[in-house]
């Protein structure tokens, strides 16, 4: 059964930074893709970030890019985000995906196969 536990949000002021992380259970993570979106109250679930299964390649939203990085490490089935410079805008809750598909945008919410349940950021201004 895969599982994905995300841990690290919290209340923070503008400015600050926080770093996201996601365990991730199975024996795939290292061949799997893993994202992070975020959904603020009354949006839809966003893109964030995503890395490819040796960190080969990633990709960020544009309002996130110079700010937010995304690593991994297999070893320890575990990604991670982490985020400076944080903005009221960034306030939402982040959730950890996991895809096994290849050949796929990785930017969208079809594009994963397993979820967590997410873990709250807010900044406050």
């Known amino acids: 059964q895969v599982q994905l536990v995300e841990s690290g949000g919290g209340l923070v002021q503008a400015g600050d930074s926080l770093r996201l992380s996601c365990a991730a259970s199975?024996?795939?993570?290292?061949?799997?893709?893993m994202g992070w979106f975020r959904q603020a109250p009354g949006k839809e679930r966003e893109f964030v970030s995503f890395?490819?299964?040796?960190?080969?390649?990633?990709a960020y939203t544009d309002s996130v890019k110079g700010r937010f990085t995304i690593s991994r490490d297999n070893a320890k089935n575990t990604v991670y985000l982490q985020m400076n410079s944080l903005k009221p805008d960034d306030t939402a809750i982040y959730y950890c995906?996991?895809?096994?598909?290849?050949?796929?945008?990785?930017?969208?919410?079809?594009?994963?196969?397993?979820w967590g349940q997410g873990t709250q950021v807010t900044v406050s201004s």
């Open positions: 199975g024996d795939t993570f290292s061949t799997d893709t």
């Open positions: 890395i490819s299964q040796r960190a080969g390649l990633t």
């Open positions: 995906a996991r895809s096994r598909w290849q050949y796929r945008s990785y930017r969208r919410v079809d594009d994963y196969n397993f």
